[in-house]
């Protein structure tokens, strides 16, 4: 069996890298790590590149930069010169549809995703179970080109079904 470490980073396709950028450090305070593009130029085309990451033929990766969202996975933010797809993720849809950030002020944190460009979908609520607890509070935003983002905050402890076989992990303050 694969020993899984945890999630290192996620790939994020935009349609303004800047934008998304700068999104991100107004929203939640990350830091820039790295571009690829900065360092080693670009655009990068697919058939340089698609056969390594799947890059559909025909189109090019213009900017690519990581990002450090402090206690959690990076980000990779691309931005493809002919994008497919739809730019709002939707629950529905097969495929990833959103992530969830862990924060410990929930309302501090609702305000910066707002004035970050943000739009959040109504909330915060009080989480149900497995997630009640004293404090425990979700909402869900859209960023500027459509991606659906989570945002809990957790300070009490989660309820577990008798039938659980783990328990969540949560990043640490």
């Known amino acids: 069996m694969t020993a899984i470490r945890g999630i290192e980073h996620i790939g994020i396709t935009v349609p303004d890298h800047d934008a998304a950028i700068a999104f991100f450090k107004a929203a939640f305070g990350a830091e820039e790590m790295f571009s690829q593009t900065k360092t080693n130029g670009g655009p990068f085309p697919a058939d340089e590149i698609g056969p390594k990451n799947g890059l559909r033929a025909g189109t090019a990766m213009r900017k690519v930069t990581v990002l450090r969202l402090r206690n959690g996975p990076n980000v990779e933010i691309f931005e493809i010169d002919r994008p497919g797809g739809t730019p709002e993720t939707n629950i529905s849809d097969f495929g990833i549809s959103h992530?969830?950030?862990?924060?410990?002020?929930?309302?501090?944190?609702?305000?910066?995703?707002?004035?970050?460009?943000?739009?959040?979908?109504?909330?915060?609520?009080?989480?149900?179970?497995?997630?009640?607890?004293?404090?425990?509070?979700?909402?869900?935003?859209?960023?500027?080109?459509?991606?659906?983002?989570?945002?809990?905050?957790?300070?009490?402890?989660?309820?577990?079904?008798?039938?659980?076989?783990?328990?969540?992990?949560?990043?640490?303050?």
């Open 99 to 173: 992530f969830s950030v862990n924060v410990t002020d929930i309302d501090a944190s609702i305000a910066a995703f707002a004035g970050g460009g943000g739009t959040l979908l109504e909330g915060p609520y009080d989480l149900a179970a497995p997630e009640d607890g004293p404090g425990n509070r979700g909402i869900f935003g859209r960023t500027p080109w459509g991606l659906l983002i989570e945002i809990q905050q957790l300070p009490a402890p989660m309820t577990y079904f008798n039938d659980a076989s783990a328990t969540r992990w949560i990043p640490e303050d």
